[in-house]
């Protein structure tokens, strides 16, 4: 691995393999073992990213919802009561006749 101005270089392997320098990993919160992804930005410049685990992913997405909004269950829960009834009043059936 050698540093310049312009970042680090590291050596790839005949298998692809390239180790991400530390100061790095420690920047990206990349653990051992762990996942990144390779992204290509609009400007052709290609970007690491680190991936969650699931574990760190738990609740991530309860908590970013506010607490007057319906979760995507709730909404999905509506929606079918919605087709529901209306199949329901399109065929003269009501919950008495179940």
């Not at 050698?2 to 653990?31: M, W, Y």
């Amino acid at each position: 691995m050698s540093e310049s101005n312009d970042g680090t270089t590291v050596t790839v392997t005949s298998k692809g393999q390239a180790t991400i320098p530390k100061e790095f990993r420690d920047k990206l919160h990349i653990g051992t073992p762990g996942r990144v992804r390779f992204v290509e930005n609009e400007a052709g410049e290609v970007v690491i990213r680190p991936v969650k685990r699931p574990s760190e992913l738990r609740g991530t997405l309860a908590s970013e919802t506010e607490d007057d909004d319906p979760s995507a269950t709730e909404l999905l829960r509506e929606e079918r009561e919605r087709e529901k009834k209306n199949t329901d009043d399109k065929y003269g059936l009501s919950e008495q006749d179940e």
